[in-house]
């Protein structure tokens, strides 16, 4: 992900041929060739690398707590009336 932010996302019997000068997609059940515009990713560098941990797992168990209970808080955030 550090070498581009555009992406091609491919269908259900979909084929990518991919060679120096480009890519061509190929729906494989019908015979055709497909055209599809790339996508440019909006991501976040840091929220995908590893930081300071070894691994992705270790980063992924530390940071479980905190992900799962986000969702719930930002939604009764804007719900609490005190």
Same mark, same amino acid.
């Given at each position: $992900? ?7 996302y =491919? ?28 996508? =440019? =990713? ?13 691994t992705? $797992? ?15 808080w ?5 719900? =609490?009336?005190?």
């Open positions: $992900m550090q070498h581009t932010k555009e992406v091609v =491919l269908e259900d019997y979909e084929i990518a041929v991919i060679d120096r000068k480009g890519y061509k997609i190929k729906q494989i059940e019908k015979d055709v060739n497909i055209e599809r515009k790339s996508e =440019l =990713l909006d991501f976040d560098i840091n929220r995908v690398s590893k930081g300071d941990f070894p992705f $797992m270790l980063k992924e168990i530390y940071e479980a707590p905190q992900t799962s209970c986000q969702p719930h930002d939604g009764l955030s804007s719900r =609490l009336i005190l």
